[in-house]
């Protein structure tokens, strides 16, 4: 135990040292970082956020527990065979990448973004319409449809 635990803080010193590393245990609380750079990575290619907040809706989420976690500790997410399926992120379907996950919440945080700005818009102008002088009031409108 002692000895894995030496040559991962080994590991992570000389990661610290590379900027090209895939991956970094960091001391403190952050925890672990991922090289994510235009010299680690291929060709970027866009990603159309509204259908991949489409899968996150349909993506089944639940609560559970790891066999060797204490009784009542819990975790929250999909399975990995889920996710894997629906985006088909990662190199396999048993585990998930924070990456991955970290990836797929921004660019679902983005599509709801425009999609209330295109909400907003719309209200805007149906206020705009509203507020004409020409336009009957409600209480007109209705008058008129009553009839005599």
């Given at each position: 135990m002692i000895a894995t635990w030496w040559r991962a803080a080994r590991a992570a010193r000389a990661a610290r040292r590379d900027p090209l590393t895939r991956a970094q245990v960091l001391a403190g609380p952050a925890g672990l970082a991922s090289a994510a750079t235009a010299a680690?990575?291929?060709?970027?290619?866009?990603?159309?956020?509204?259908?991949?907040?489409?899968?996150?809706?349909?993506?089944?989420?639940?609560?559970?527990?790891?066999?060797?976690?204490?009784?009542?500790?819990?975790?929250?997410g999909p399975m990995a065979q889920d996710w894997h399926a629906a985006f088909g992120?990662?190199?396999?379907?048993?585990?998930?990448?924070a990456t991955d996950t970290n990836g797929v919440a921004l660019v679902c945080i983005q599509a709801l973004h425009r999609r209330i700005e295109d909400l907003t818009a719309q209200v805007e102008t149906l206020r705009e319409q509203a507020a004409r002088p020409d336009r009957p009031s409600l209480a007109e409108a209705t008058e008129r449809q009553a009839g005599p």
């Open positions: 680690t990575t291929g060709p970027a290619k866009a990603v159309n956020g509204h259908k991949v907040l489409e899968e996150v809706l349909r993506l089944p989420v639940s609560t559970w527990r790891y066999h060797w976690d204490p009784p009542d500790v819990r975790h929250l992120l990662g190199d396999n379907n048993v585990t998930i990448s």
